[in-house]
């Protein structure tokens, strides 16, 4: 717009400008054919500013409309955001209490489960020292069989000796045996050890770690259905053991050299959700990335 009404200004100065000399006085040589040419030209300038003045007129005209409709146009749009920003902040406001509801339900569960650990606790070590006070209970000695020395009947045949008591095996002692000899590769060793860690002492912590190993070593066979028996058998019995997080990535990993890709897969999805800081949660994000699979489900 500032450039057209520059424009016009010029032209109308131009036009005055002609008009101004038309009617100066000329020299006596002057003819009239040049006065009637002057004054043609300045009435052709001045045909030129009227239709330049109209033209400039409707344009204005045209874009002071535009910027009336681009103005509603803002208008609306500021309504419908701030309309959009209510409900955003209900909506916000309604996700915020549900949050806190839960997270007020989840902290309940979560002293529940505390509180039943430690009654699990309580009983684990009521259970221990049950054992260890059977482990101290020696056998009565035996007592002299009538007839005289050495045990023989009154007729002088000698009576029946009673069975040797089995002795139960320290718990540590053996569980490091078992290591040390899973170590060396002695795998049928070690396995016996424990197994006699798992039936003496079923309910100690020592118990889910000697599971593991048993999973370890049908691990190492290639023995992979027994594999995933022994995990199992360690996420089901023993969910609070140190292990809990290598058995299901060693679980995930069986199931895939099985060609049960899915059930793989699926473990290990489960071992990033539950554990999801520990470096088997990092090894199955690993083994899932180089596979081009997402590490959670849909």
Same mark, same amino acid.
């Given at each position: %717009?500032?450039?057209?009404?520059? $424009? ?6 131009? =036009? ?9 006085p ?6 009239s ?11 052709? *300038? ?9 033209? *400039?007129?409707?344009? /204005?005209?045209? !874009? ?6 681009? =103005?509603?146009?803002?208008?609306? +749009?500021?309504?419908?955001? &701030?309309?959009?920003?209510?409900k955003?902040?209900?909506?916000s #406001? ?7 509801t ?12 505390d509180? $039943?650990?430690?009654?699990? =606790? ?7 020292? %049950?054992?260890?006070? *059977? ?39 053996? /569980? ?17 050890? /424990? ?10 912590? !020592?118990?889910?770690?000697?599971? /593991?190993?048993?999973? #370890?070593? =049908?691990?190492r ?13 360690? *996420? ?16 995930? !990993?069986?199931?895939?050299? +099985? ?11 489960? $071992? ?13 994000? &690993?083994?899932?990335?180089? %596979? &081009? ?6």
């Amino acid at each position: %717009m500032q450039i057209g009404c520059k $424009l016009r200004n010029r032209l109308l100065g131009a =036009a005055l400008l002609a008009v101004v000399l038309g009617s100066a006085p000329r020299p006596a040589h002057a003819t009239s054919k040049e006065i009637i040419e002057l004054q043609t030209q300045v009435q052709q *300038l001045l045909d030129m500013v009227q239709r330049l003045q109209s033209t *400039l007129d409707t344009r /204005f005209g045209v !874009l002071q409309h535009l910027a009336e409709q681009t =103005a509603d146009d803002a208008n609306r +749009m500021t309504a419908t955001v &701030n309309a959009l920003q209510q409900k955003l902040s209900v909506q916000s #406001e309604s996700v915020n209490g549900k949050l806190d509801t839960n997270s007020g339900q989840v902290q309940s569960l979560n002293d529940s489960v505390d509180e $039943l650990k430690s009654r699990v =606790a309580k009983i684990d070590k009521s259970l221990q020292e %049950m054992q260890t006070q *059977l482990q101290n209970l020696q056998p009565p000695p035996p007592t002299a069989a009538p007839g005289g020395p050495g045990g023989a009947s009154p007729t002088g045949e000698p009576m029946a000796q009673s069975p040797a008591v089995s002795q139960v095996p320290p718990l540590k002692e053996t /569980f490091q045996a078992g290591v040390r000899d899973y170590n060396a590769a002695k795998y049928d060793v070690a396995s016996g050890e /424990f197994q006699d860690v798992l039936h003496y002492y079923p309910m100690d912590d !020592l118990a889910g770690t000697a599971q /593991f190993y048993l999973g #370890e070593i =049908a691990y190492r066979q290639q023995n992979y259905a027994e594999a995933v028996k022994s995990y199992n058998a360690v *996420l089901e019995g023993f969910p609070g053991s140190t292990k809990a997080p290598a058995a299901q990535l060693r679980k995930g !990993l069986s199931l895939m050299q +099985m060609n049960r890709k899915e059930a793989g897969i699926h473990e290990l999805r489960l $071992l990033i959700q539950r554990h999801p800081q520990t470096p088997e949660a990092a090894q199955a994000r &690993n083994k899932l990335s180089a %596979m &081009n699979v997402r590490a959670t489900g849909r």
